[in-house]
């Protein structure tokens, strides 16, 4: 199943150091259909560390899926640029006349340099180690929420395609009587011909046998009440597994190949047009069904 979720936070160390409260960390990831769990991690250099505890959070609360986790640090530039004090730059000042009194051909500070100077010892610190994990959750339980709202939408289309199916079956069911009565008139009016041209030739008793016996292979041939009654419970299971919920995937995936396999059964017995039009609309229900089923986790 899809989902994305996207979650920011600005460290809590924020307090204790006043260059903190311009880091942002930003956490992101975006799942896709899989038949297992492959986890890929896009994560900067600060956050290498924390990529085994981030791969056991998403393994403990994921069982399949195409998942993708990215992270980025956003520090503040602008807003925690240094200001040196006087003594500061006094000290830079007298370190590089020393340098260049032994090293004439060194190059001055330039601003750049200075400002990189002084800023050095307030080097932002966070620690990641506590953030990343309560950030990760965060994450993971948004992206289960957006899962879940996705499942309920594939299940309700589920649920109408099974109501479609019903009625078809239904639409199914009486017409093999109806079939099987029109082809023992017609046996009956083809042996009332051949009666007529044999002229006695034939015992009426004979042929009239022979003509119900040829209605009653005809009646089995293309009944299809075994086929309706399996179609019927495999919507039920369907139908029963929406219901329970949970990871239901795979079983669903085979009882959908198993209701595919009676509507072909049910399309080569097919002796009327309007038994073939229900078999092929079942056909492409099933495989409507089929689609969306492969996504549910």
Known sequence: ??????????????????????????????????????????????LRSQEPALRALLS?????????????????????????????????????????????????????????LAGSGNAVQVDWHEVVPNLADAAVTELMDARAREGKRLADMLKDRLHQLRELAAQATPLVPQLVEQQRQRFLERWQ????????????????????????????R??????????????????R??????????????LIQEMHREANTLGSKSAALDLTRISVDMKVLIEQMREQVQNIE
């Open 1 to 46: 199943m899809t989902g994305y979720a996207s979650v920011q936070h600005a460290p809590a160390s924020a307090e204790d150091n006043a260059s903190a409260q311009n880091v942002r960390l930003g956490l992101e990831i975006r799942a896709v259909n899989s038949r297992f769990l492959d986890l890929t991690f896009r994560l900067p250099d600060e």
């Open 60 to 116: 403990n609360r994921l069982k399949r899926g195409k998942v993708e986790v990215r992270a980025a640090i956003d520090v503040d530039a602008s807003a925690s640029l240094p200001q040196p004090t006087p003594a500061l730059l006094q000290r830079m000042q007298s370190v590089q006349d020393m340098v260049q009194a032994w090293l004439p051909d060194a190059k001055g500070l330039s601003v750049s340099d200075a400002l990189r």
């Open 193 to 220: 011909e051949a009666m007529g041209l044999t002229e006695g030739q034939v015992a009426p008793e004979a042929a009239r046998d022979r003509a119900l016996s040829e209605a009653t292979a005809f009646a089995i």
């Open 222 to 239: 293309i009944d299809v009440a075994e086929e309706v009654t399996r179609l019927d419970s495999h919507l039920d299971e369907v139908e």
């Open 241 to 254: 597994l929406l219901k329970k919920g949970g990871e239901i995937g795979k079983r669903l995936d085979f």
